[in-house]
């Protein structure tokens, strides 16, 4: 296996007035292909931090991000998202859906973006891969809680991605939707995929293959 996300003594601070937030001190972690990776912590562990800076959301004050030995980090906007576009899919709490778009054309516009953009047939297996074909034509204002998620899968996942980022993706999930959306994520991982999943459920942490701990923006040893 080799690694395709990289990251290097990762640093992040914020700063209100006189106060300093040390929201990353020094973090650095390897994914490699066909693996799934569990980032746990407790609240204000640095979590939510790591996973924008991972995904180029948020630029580090130290440290650097590499996906398939592309640098991501420290670079201006517009290649930031190029890169986010081709090599990343980004499974939010939020569903990551625009909404005056169908659940069919958002994956569309993130194939586009991707610039592999495909047939009507090729958007339909992968609506059908998560479980919301039936919904295709359906605006996100029009689905559940369980199809948005499904939803927000398929945008994440509509290029056939080298590295998934999950930000508790079953959080607000029924049990039913929980596993399939991880199923999802480990059929993509057994394929190829880096997947690393950010989540406070250790359900969620044990169908992984390893696991880090944050505290206090550092890796627990």
């Given at each position: ?170 959080g607000e999930l029924d049990q ?46």
């Open positions: 296996m080799s690694a395709v996300l990289e990251a290097r003594s990762l640093y992040r601070f914020y700063h209100a007035g006189d106060e300093e937030t040390l929201a990353l001190q020094g973090v650095s972690l390897e994914v490699d292909r066909g693996e799934v990776l569990a980032v746990t912590g407790p609240s204000g562990s640095g979590k939510s931090t790591l996973l924008a800076v991972l995904a180029g959301l948020d630029e580090p004050d130290g440290g650097v991000v590499r996906i398939e030995d592309e640098r991501l980090s420290r670079r201006p906007e517009e290649q930031r998202a190029d890169i986010r576009a081709r090599l990343l899919g980004v499974v939010y709490q939020q569903a990551n859906l625009i909404g005056h778009l169908s659940v069919e054309d958002n994956v569309a516009l993130a194939q586009r973006l991707g610039r592999r953009a495909g047939s009507s047939d090729r958007r339909r297996r992968v609506l059908e891969r998560c479980g919301i074909a039936s919904r295709a034509h359906a605006l996100p204002s029009q689905l559940s809680g369980g199809e948005l998620a499904r939803a927000g899968l398929a945008v994440a996942l509509a290029n056939d991605p080298a590295v998934v980022l999950a930000d508790e993706p079953t039913h939707t929980a596993a399939r959306v991880l199923e999802l994520l480990r059929e993509h991982a057994e394929a190829g995929t880096a997947v690393l999943i950010v989540t406070h459920s250790p359900e969620v942490a044990a169908v992984a293959d390893r696991e880090i701990r944050l505290r206090d923006g550092r890796v627990e040893p």
